[in-house]
């Protein structure tokens, strides 16, 4: 797909991984709209954005919750047209081991909350963001492409059992869909980074973060641009569908 003129909405598009993706397929001409839970932050982005001559418009998101997404998806159709994209970025942490026990006793327990909160963002919402970008890709009858972004830890990880299950299922919905709407003329598929460099990291010890990049073969975090360069890719490479980029400088091996 050539994305110049096409609207293409980005979950968690405000800071960050989103950031960066808006960056790279607004430089290709694609107009963004940003969807986050922030108004202030949004602002900030879009401004950013703008510095660059790159047209992007913000709108308050909840994607966990089912009228807050069919309504900012109305919103965009409404102010910018139906959307050609969709990038399901938008994703929350709360780690805890399934169980910690000392002694045979049980100390701690990961909570239903914990576990729930989780999934409602990062796997219900990519569901919600991406039935609602697809009804729009039909209705319009145009070509379509959704991105879900996966992690690294959707292959199993300690202390993130909501984390991981919720990436390993991002990756089960873009193979679904990509079957089931390629009739349409819509792809869907997955990026899947490991470590990179983003607000998260930044706040770990010194000591810690050194660990993570020797464990790394190319010894060194990514960078959100090379996220950003895996999705411009899958919207770039029209054969590309139902399949993942896991882009971990080789962690994964």
Not at 109 to 132: H, K, P, Y
């Amino acid at each position: 797909m050539n994305v110049d003129n096409r609207v293409i909405a980005i979950t968690g598009g405000a800071r960050g991984l989103g950031l960066a993706m808006a960056e790279r397929l607004g430089s290709k001409g694609a107009r963004v709209a940003l969807l986050d839970t922030h108004r202030d932050t949004l602002d900030k982005a879009v401004a950013s954005l703008s510095e660059r001559g790159i047209q992007a418009k913000g709108f308050v998101v909840d994607v966990s919750d089912e009228a807050s997404v069919i309504e900012g998806f109305a919103a965009i159709k409404g102010e910018l047209g139906p959307v050609s994209g969709c990038v399901n970025n938008a994703g929350i942490t709360d780690d805890a081991m399934l169980v910690k026990a000392k002694e045979g006793e049980i100390e701690k327990r990961m909570s239903l909350s914990g576990w729930q909160r989780v999934i409602d963002v990062n796997l219900t919402g990519a569901f919600l963001c991406g039935r609602e970008a697809a009804t729009q890709m039909i209705e319009a009858n145009h070509a379509g492409v959704i991105v879900n972004i996966s992690s690294i830890s959707k292959a199993g990880n300690m202390g993130q059992s909501n984390y991981a299950a919720a990436k390993a299922g991002i990756h089960a919905l873009s193979v679904t869909w990509g079957k089931e709407l390629a009739r349409y003329n819509i792809r869907a598929a997955t990026v899947a980074p490991g470590f990179v460099a983003t607000e998260m990291t930044a706040a770990m010890r010194p000591d810690m973060l050194e660990r993570i990049k020797q464990s790394v073969p190319l010894k060194d975090l990514g960078e959100p641009c090379h996220i950003a360069q895996s999705v411009a890719f899958v919207f770039e490479n029209d054969y590309f569908t139902a399949r993942i980029i896991e882009c971990d400088g080789g962690l994964r091996l």
